[in-house]
């Protein structure tokens, strides 16, 4: 497909002997926002940090409009431990049977190819995100943290940098902020510190850091913990507005069903590392294993 | 703004107006004054915690390895202007050693004999802070993955390994292994000489243009776009790395601009000392830098050059009198040898109670804000006479 943004394969993340991630299985298409829920400790945030370059999974791949960004299989003492499936598709010798995988030529194919970018890489490709707890850089105002952002996009060196020849670069990337701080609502804070913020608008600003680095797909870890139902309505829109704004694609995490099912396309629903079902909101709603899952299944013999 | 410009200005004002008075004071007073010692040595050491605020206030990594950059720099500094007709008396012991050139000397025969000593003494400078540098890149591949604790510990042992190794006999002929280098172009040599007395005396004031020149490079740096995301990297690594901020390579940026005027530091250091020897710079001098960075404020380079001076003046000159005997009140014998030491201890533990975050905090001294503070005071002093006596009025 052309227009797909993330495609995880067979992604497992394996701890020593827990297996946080098993064999996850996702895919997002352009402008789509997604989902993905399940109850706490499904492995929500590790498929995140495998998506954004944090931890390197210990199986899977991961692309990033068509190109592959993180790709890894079971190595050195791992593959004792190893609990997951696939456990040859990614190595060198794997060889596939059947016609199947021929519509889908597998680059690395052959090789032993291990791709563990650090997160900065990612986030260079276009990807950006936000933190369950919120990380702001606590020194810095508003302004700053949202300028900070820019530095991924510059052009400048250290030396053009230190002796002032990236003004124009400088001041153009000072509107951009200010433009951006005038959209997410923040222009009217941008002096102060940004810790001195209520907890919403810490929220904002972290997705509005996010915003500055020109990313194509968002990911929103939590967004809307710790707020209110008045703040959860907020942000609900919010998020729908950044989405056609910017035309970005997102992917969010989220416990607060209502804004779950209000603004997602797609939801994919974890439990204990699994996928146990995706789908639109009305089908996740309606699906007998979610609702299991959230709600505990009741035992015949007690 | 408007307002930044107009502050800017006045710094720049103040900082001149700070120039010209040391060009005169040095004119004025006798060369041997107390004061001038002050200004020279607290100069250097500024210089040194301004590196290392760098490093350690604003990239949020804590390093101990200053002296070590700044015998680098002091050595290098030393081997490169030892005019060649003095090298046979300094490394007497190692045959002449084997550099035989002087880049002042050199200099000075192409372009005649001020330009060369300017260029030959800036341009020696700039290699030892460079071969400084070059050795933090070197070191910081392998230790700036640790963090923290093991980080100071690591650039602490690093510090201690190079200064025994420039003490080494076999490295003789370059480094004169554990004698003295000197005979090389020191501050006094920028003194106008005419008919064998000195005209105009310069080297306070040489020495001070080259540490403020230093400075305002290390504060343009910090106020860029790389600046900002060392700041960013303190608060926040995890964050910082997520926006795209590659950690090795900034944290590595830091590193190196750090040791490079850690180096240029050492390089001073030297001249004013007039000879370099490995001994001095223990990890003790590395504890005195990082004082005056605390004492300042980690996060402000204004902080650190206005510690430096205090810091200096302190040790080296105002609490002197509690060392000699003959200031003690009788029946009072507690003046003696060392006991400055005692007092200057007792005063640093006061200023980390009662200043948690350093004179200056975080914050930059800004003449203009400065003015706008008293002003506040003086104000509210005002309001406050006024309302107690309107109190007392309406009472």
């Known amino acids: ?149 820019k530095h991924l996009r510059r052009t400048s060196n250290l030396f053009t940098a230190t002796f002032r020849g990236n003004k124009k670069e400088e001041a153009r990337q000072r509107e951009e902020v200010l433009e951006l701080l005038k959209i997410v609502g923040l222009e009217d804070v941008k002096d102060e510190l940004s810790t001195s913020l209520p907890y919403g608008k810490q929220r904002r600003l972290e997705i509005a850091r996010a915003l500055a680095t020109d990313p194509k797909l968002l990911l929103l870890d939590e967004p809307a913990a710790g707020m209110n139902p008045q703040e959860t309505d907020e942000l609900t829109s919010f998020i729908g507005e950044i989405r056609d704004q910017f035309q970005i694609t997102i992917l969010l995490i989220e416990h607060h069903m209502n804004l779950v099912m209000d603004i997602s396309d797609r939801i994919y629903v974890l439990d204990f590392g699994k996928l146990i079902a995706s789908g639109t909101p009305n089908e996740i709603q309606n699906n007998q294993k979610v609702i299991d899952a959230y709600l505990g299944v009741e035992e015949d013999d007690a | 703004m408007i307002q930044k410009k107009k502050s800017n200005k006045a710094n720049i004002i103040f900082i001149l107006a700070l120039l010209i008075l040391i060009f005169v004071l040095e004119q004025t007073l006798p060369s041997s004054s107390m004061l001038l010692t002050v200004v020279k040595k607290s100069a250097i050491y500024a210089l040194a915690a301004v590196s290392m605020n760098l490093l350690n206030g604003f990239t949020g990594l804590f390093s101990l390895g200053q002296a070590g950059f700044m015998l680098i720099g002091a050595y290098v500094y030393g081997m490169l202007t030892i005019p060649v007709a003095d090298r046979a008396a300094v490394y007497q012991y190692f045959d002449g050693g084997i550099i035989q050139f002087s880049i002042v000397e050199g200099l000075s025969g192409v372009l005649g004999n001020v330009a060369g000593l300017i260029l030959g003494v800036l341009i020696s400078l700039i290699i030892a802070g460079a071969i400084a540098g070059l050795l933090a890149y070197l070191v910081g591949l392998p230790i700036l993955r640790l963090r923290g604790d093991y980080l100071a510990v690591a650039t602490l042992g690093f510090a201690e390994i190079i200064r025994a190794f420039f003490q080494w006999e076999a490295l003789g002929p370059l480094t004169n292994g554990s004698n003295l280098l000197r005979k090389f172009t020191c501050l006094d040599d920028f003194n106008i000489v005419v008919d064998g007395k000195v005209a105009v005396y310069l080297s306070t004031t040489v020495l001070v243009l080259i540490v403020a020149a230093c400075i305002l490079v290390i504060t343009l740096v ?81 902080g650190s050059c206005l510690s430096a001076f205090i810091f200096i003046g302190a040790s080296e000159w105002w609490l002197r009198f509690l060392d000699m005997e003959k200031y003690n009140i009788p029946g009072l014998n507690i003046l003696r040898p060392g006991f400055r030491k005692v007092v200057f201890s007792v005063v640093i533990m006061i200023i980390v109670l009662f200043f948690r975050k350093g004179i200056m905090g975080e914050n930059e001294l800004n003449i203009a804000g400065f003015g706008r503070w008293l002003k506040q005071i003086f104000t509210k002093k005002k309001a406050a006479v006024a309302a107690a006596e309107e109190g007392k009025n309406n009472g």
Request: a positive charge.
């Open chain 1, 1 to 149: 497909m052309a227009d797909n943004v993330l495609r995880v394969e067979n992604v497992t993340m394996q701890f020593g002997g827990v297996v946080a991630v098993n064999n996850l299985n996702m895919e997002i298409n352009k402008g789509e926002i997604v989902a993905l829920i399940g109850p706490n400790g499904a492995g929500k945030t590790t498929a995140f940090n495998v998506i954004t370059g944090v931890y390197a999974p210990t199986n899977g791949q991961v692309s990033f409009c068509g190109k592959t960004i993180v790709r890894n299989h079971p190595q050195g003492k791992m593959k004792k431990l190893y609990q997951g499936e696939n456990a040859t598709r990614y190595t060198a010798e794997y060889r596939p049977e059947g016609e199947a995988d021929k519509e889908n030529p597998d680059p690395y194919r052959g090789t032993a190819h291990v791709l563990e970018p650090t997160p900065d890489k990612i986030t260079a490709l276009g990807m950006a995100r936000t933190f369950q707890n919120i990380r702001l850089w606590k020194s810095q105002t508003v302004f700053d943290n949202v300028l900070i952002a």
């Open chain 2, 222 to 302: 910090i106020n860029s776009t790389y600046g900002r995301a060392f700041k960013a990297i303190r608060d926040d690594e995890t964050a910082a790395e997520a926006m795209g901020i590659n950690l090795a390579k900034h944290k590595m940026m830091s590193f190196v601009i750090s040791a490079f005027f850690a180096g240029v530091a050492g390089g001073l250091l030297a001249m004013y000392q007039t000879t370099a020897q490995a001994m001095p710079f223990k990890s003790a001098m590395t504890y005195e830098i990082l004082l005056i960075v605390v004492i300042g404020g980690i996060g402000s380079v204004t």
